[in-house]
Each structure stands twice: as structure tokens, then as C-alpha cells.
């Protein structure tokens, strides 16, 4: 179960949370935060420690994310 959770799940939630999370907030840092905080949440009460490094790369994933669609719009009003 964990295995579908990190290859599959997580990245397609994060993936689908931080496109939408940054036309909503308009900006590039809140949703890679709040994902950051959720999945820690989660690490702590749920996976142990062991899927702490899995938060660090889903957080810059979701950063890589919500950085790749404000250029894309920026690009578009321009």
C-alpha cells in the first residue's frame, strides 16, 4: 500500500494540487508550504521517520510544479 501511496498517489495529487494551487494563490511558494506541512503531518503521525525524504523531494516536485506554471503564464500575457 505504501508503494502505490509514493509512486502514484502523492505525485499525481501534488501534481494536480500545486497547478491549481497556484492559479488560486498566484503565488509560487504557498502551496510547496502547505504541502510540505501536510505530508510532515502525515510522516509523523502515520509513515515514522523513514518517509521524511520522500516530503523533502515531493516538496521541491511541488515547487518545480508551481514555479513551471508561472512561467508558462507569464508567457501567455505577454
Do not use: Q
Request: hydrophobic share 60%; glycine share 4%.
Amino acid at each position: 500500500m505504501e508503494f502505490v501511496f509514493i509512486f502514484l498517489i502523492c505525485p499525481l495529487s501534488i501534481l494536480i494540487i500545486s497547478v491549481f494551487g497556484y492559479i488560486w494563490f498566484s503565488k509560487c511558494y504557498v502551496i510547496p508550504l502547505i504541502v510540505f506541512t501536510i505530508l510532515t503531518i502525515l510522516t509523523l503521525t502515520l509513515f515514522g521517520g523513514s518517509f521524511f525524504i520522500w516530503v523533502i523531494i515531493y516538496t521541491i516536485f511541488s515547487l518545480i510544479i508551481s514555479l513551471t506554471v508561472r512561467s508558462r503564464r507569464n508567457n501567455d500575457f505577454k
